[in-house]
């Protein structure tokens, strides 16, 4: 009798023997890289460079479409407005610094009464009453926040520009002020092909953008009617020679290579338009179900009508059916009329048997799927929370909140950190910061200088029983401190600290007895029975 091993080779031999049988696999790397049939037919997109997506792919028209749906679309508003009371709020992002001493060489004490400084002169500049932070002066630090991040969500991309004002305003502390600039500005003089080393109006020396060139003016200023400087560009470099940032451009990269950005509302288009076509069409059919139509029967021939009306023809008999309409009939109080029929008719009311679809679920998975491009829950875009408990609202939470704290991440890299630099050597040189003489200097180590917290709006709490207790055990077992919990509702733990001795002082003031821990009152009610 054969061996064990011996058996399993003449398995194998058999199985390779009939292998001829089995249709051959294509040698291809997928599916997606064949014809793919039927469900492929049409499908064959350009490869093409990052760059000549703007061009090629008709951006400036996505984008039109992008703010028309804004404009129009009640869902497309509503989820902008999500993510900017999310991601930015009004307030905009505030800072808390934290400015690494070791690097800069300062003591403890040094180290602290730097980051004091720090923020003292980003409060003041930031909320200044009279909005000189915005170089037009129309808005606070909350709002240039808002109209920015509103511009990238839009339109993927936000540009601004740092400018320097000679003479500082109304005697203004600060020389530094922020100008937003619509993105539709950015673009190659005269409309120009795009070259090696100028794209989509960024320009380049080959390793790295360099300057940008801005219209001085809308594009369609001019076709408005609006004579002004719509055909000539500025070019502004992106940063001065020491390396103070002037041109800030907020995008999120999604290629090597790319100078521009494409808006994640762009790729929803679809799916509103269709999801507004739908509703029209349901909303359409709805009246004309509800339409009630009558229709006149006459239930007798013409030569019975003839006969018993003694007309000769039919002319005759429409001549008589209208002189019996125009002075026949009951007038009500209230102007109803009530018409008598005439002779030999009768009256049927039509109405539609048809049923509409049903458009609650066809529209809740079209909402579903655009709050998910969205990187929103359906709850968020629809306000409809009838069907969520609070472990699915919880976890939907968590989910949405990793993408706000990313484009956080984002927004701070590109637009709140540079802002500070500025901030910082322009108060610097005017003296509102003075450090020692052997502090390196901002540009030469600006991590150590900008180290802190950005901190943006409250996630709030959707039990605020369990998720403050959980955050109290994370402090407890050293998993978050003080200050993680506080940031996560957008607070300073140290202006907290300041508020509660501030608050002490005052209840020893008036003799008030202040409000015990919770620890402590469950200590005092845990012998007597209380559940409270």
């Known amino acids: 009798m054969p061996s064990p091993a011996a058996l399993a080779r003449q398995r194998v031999r058999r199985r390779l023997q009939n292998s001829a049988a089995i249709p051959a696999r294509s040698a291809s790397v997928s599916e997606g890289s064949t014809s793919g049939g039927a469900s492929f037919a049409g499908w064959a997109p350009a490869l093409t460079p990052a760059d000549a997506e703007h061009r090629l792919l008709g951006r400036d028209q996505a984008v039109a479409r992008a703010r028309d749906l804004a404009r129009n679309e009640p869902l497309a508003e509503a989820g902008l407005n999500r993510k900017l009371d999310m991601s930015v709020g009004m307030r905009g992002l505030r800072f808390s610094s934290l400015p690494d001493g070791e690097a800069l060489g300062l003591s403890p004490d040094e180290t602290f009464d730097l980051s004091v400084a720090i923020e003292r002169v980003f409060r003041e500049w930031s909320e200044d009453v009279l909005w000189r932070c915005d170089w037009e002066q129309d808005e606070n630090w909350g709002g240039l926040c808002n109209l920015m991040a509103r511009h990238y969500f839009r339109d993927n991309e936000a540009i601004a520009v740092l400018r320097w004002d000679d003479v500082p305003l109304y005697r203004f502390a600060y020389r530094t002020s922020v100008h937003v600039i619509d993105p539709d500005r950015l673009s190659n003089p005269d409309g120009t092909p795009d070259t090696e080393r100028l ?5 380049t020396d080959g390793r790295r953008a360099v300057a940008y060139h801005i219209r001085n003016q809308h594009p369609y200023e001019y076709v408005v009617g609006l004579q002004g400087d719509a055909y000539t560009w500025t070019r502004v470099p992106r940063m001065t020679d020491f390396g103070r940032p002037i041109v800030l451009h907020l995008r999120r990269k999604e290629r090597a290579g790319e100078v521009r950005g494409w808006g ?15 509703t029209d069409a349901e909303i359409q059919s709805a009246v004309v179900r509800a339409v009630m139509a009558m229709v006149v029967y006459s239930d007798r021939s013409t030569a019975g009508i003839e006969d018993a009306l003694s007309v000769d023809d039919i002319s005759k008999f429409a001549q008589a059916s ?7 009939g009951v007038r009500l109080a209230d102007g109803t009329r009530v018409q008598k029929l005439f002779p030999t ?25 655009i709050a998910s491009s969205l990187d929103l829950s359906y709850e968020q875009l629809s306000m409809d929370w009838s069907q969520v408990n609070y472990s699915s609202a919880r976890a939907a939470f968590l989910e949405v909140w990793r993408s706000v704290e990313s484009f956080v991440d984002l927004f701070k890299s590109k637009i709140g950190r540079p802002i500070l630099l500025a901030l910082i050597d322009d108060a610097i040189g005017s003296g509102r910061i003075v450090v020692p003489d052997h502090v390196p200097d901002i540009f030469e180590n600006p991590r150590a200088w900008l180290n802190g917290i950005w901190l943006g709006p409250a996630r709030g709490w959707v039990d605020p029983v369990k998720e403050p207790m959980g955050a109290g055990l994370e402090m407890e077992i050293g998993a978050a401190s003080h200050q993680d919990i506080a940031a996560r509702q957008g607070r300073d733990w140290q202006e907290i600290v300041q508020q509660r001795v501030r608050e002490r002082r005052v209840y020893e003031k008036y003799g008030v007895e202040p409000p015990k821990p919770m620890a402590e009152l469950a200590a005092l009610t845990a012998g007597n029975g209380d559940p409270a």
Request: charged content about 35%.
């Open 264 to 278: 994640s509302l762009m790729t929803t288009l679809r799916k509103f338009k269709d999801l507004s076509r739908y």
């Open 199 to 203: 794209k989509a109006g960024v320009e």
């Open 345 to 369: 008719e009768k009256v049927e009311m039509l109405t539609s048997n048809a049923e509409g679809g049903d458009f609650e679920a066809f529209s809740r998975t079209f909402i579903r799927h």
């Open 322 to 328: 209208d002189a019996y309409y125009g002075d026949k």
